[in-house]
C-alpha cells in the first residue's frame, strides 16, 4: 500500500494505530485474515518495554537485572500489557539458564519459577502474542519435555512466522535433540529475519563448528565479533575452538591464555574448559592444570562445566561421573563432543 502519513512525532502512537488499522483491514479485504485485537498502550510502558528487550538481549548478569527492572516498570504502570510479561519471562529463563552454563547451581531456580508465573500471565492477556508461547517453549525444553517445547515453537511461529527468536530458540531444542541440519537452517532464519542478533550468531557460528563447516563458522563469528563492543567468554571460547580445527594453533592458544586473563567475566559457559583443553593440546599441560586448579577451585561441584574441565585434562571416568545431573541446556555441548 503506498499510502502517505504525514504527522507531528507526538502523535506516533496514533500513526501506528492508523497504519495498523489500514493493514488489517486490506488484509481481512484481500485474504480474509481477521486482525487480533487492539488495545491502547500507554507510550512510556511501551518505552520501558523496549527498553528491557535491549538490555535482555546484552546477555549479561547487568543487563539481566536492568531488563528485569525495566519490565516490572512497564507492568507497574500497565498490568494488562502482555509483552512486558513476555519479557520478564524471557529474563528469567535465561538468566537462569546461563546459571546453569555457569558456576552457579540452583537446579529448581527460582528464576524458573517466576518464568513459567510470568509466561502464563503473557498468555492469558494475550492468547496470540508469539513470544510467550516461545518462552514457554524455552521452559519446557528445561524440563527437557521436548515434544511440549516443539508444540509452544510451533505455536509461535505459526502466531509470528518471522520472529527470530522463534526460530533460534527452536534451533536449540533441534540441535540437543541431534537434528543439526534443521537447527542450521532455524538459526540462518533468525539471522536473515535479525542480522543484528549477536546471540543468535553465536548459535549459528557453534552450530556450523560442530557440523564440521569450520570455514563458514569462522565467518559467521567474525560477524558476530563486530556487534558487540565487550568481550562475550563464550563466543571467544568457541572461536578459539575454531582456529584449533583450521590448524591455526598459535593463535588457538593465544586466544586460550586471554581467556584465563579475563576471569572476571560473569558469563563464561564453557569457555575455560575450552581454553585449558587448547592448552593441553597446545603442549602446555603444567599451564592447562594450573588454569583448572582455579576454575575447579570456584566451581559449584554439581555444575555440568566441572566435568567438562575434567575431560578437558582427560580425566574422562571422573568427568562422566559428574554428569549425573545435566540439564538441557548443557547438553549440546556433550553430545555433539
Do not use: C
Request: hydrophobic residues 45%; aromatic residues 8%.
Amino acid at each position: 500500500w503506498a499510502d502517505r502519513f504525514d504527522r507531528d512525532l507526538t502523535d506516533i502512537f496514533a500513526v501506528q494505530d492508523e497504519i495498523a488499522g489500514l493493514i488489517a483491514q486490506n488484509l481481512h479485504l484481500k485474504l480474509g485474515v481477521e486482525s487480533r485485537r487492539t488495545r491502547t498502550v500507554n507510550p512510556e510502558a511501551h518505552r520501558l518495554m523496549l527498553e528491557g528487550r535491549h538490555f535482555w538481549n546484552q546477555r549479561n548478569a547487568t543487563g539481566f537485572a536492568r531488563a528485569e527492572t525495566a519490565f516490572l516498570k512497564a507492568i507497574e504502570i500497565d498490568p494488562t500489557f502482555a509483552e512486558p510479561h513476555a519479557g520478564l519471562a524471557g529474563v528469567y529463563v535465561i538468566r537462569a539458564i546461563y546459571r546453569q552454563l555457569g558456576e552457579s547451581v540452583t537446579r529448581d531456580s527460582d528464576d524458573m519459577s517466576r518464568a513459567r508465573v510470568a509466561a502464563s500471565k503473557a498468555v492469558e492477556l494475550d492468547p496470540g502474542l508469539a513470544e510467550a508461547h516461545a518462552v514457554l517453549g524455552f521452559l519446557h525444553m528445561s524440563d527437557r519435555d521436548n515434544l511440549a517445547a516443539q508444540r509452544s515453537f510451533e505455536q509461535a511461529l505459526k502466531l509470528s512466522p518471522n520472529s527470530a527468536t522463534a526460530h533460534s530458540w527452536y534451533g536449540v531444542l533441534l540441535l540437543i535433540s541431534g537434528r543439526i541440519d534443521l537447527a542450521l537452517e532455524r538459526y540462518a532464519k533468525a539471522a536473515k529475519l535479525d542480522p543484528l542478533w549477536f546471540i543468535n550468531l553465536q548459535n549459528l557460528t557453534e552450530a556450523l563448528f560442530y557440523a564440521g563447516r569450520y570455514d563458514e563458522a569462522l565467518k559467521v563469528s567474525d560477524r558476530a565479533t563486530t556487534l558487540r563492543s565487550d568481550p562475550f567468554i563464550p563466543h571467544l571460547g568457541l572461536r578459539a575452538q575454531i582456529l584449533l580445527a583450521l590448524g591455526r594453533r598459535d593463535e588457538a592458544v593465544q586466544m586460550a591464555r586471554a581467556l584465563r586473563t579475563n576471569f572476571a567475566a560473569d558469563t563464561r559457559w564453557i569457555a575455560d574448559a575450552t581454553a585449558i583443553r587448547i592448552l593441553n593440546l597446545g603442549d602446555q599441560t603444567t599451564e592447562a592444570q594450573a588454569y583448572a586448579a582455579e576454575v575447579l577451585a570456584r566451581l559449584d561441584p554439581r555444575t555440568a562445566v566441572r566435568a567438562q574441565v575434567l575431560a578437558a585434562l582427560g580425566r574422562y571416568g571422573e568427568s562422566l561421573a559428574a554428569l549425573g545431573q545435566t540439564r538441557a541446556a548443557e547438553l549440546r555441548y556433550i553430545f555433539y563432543e
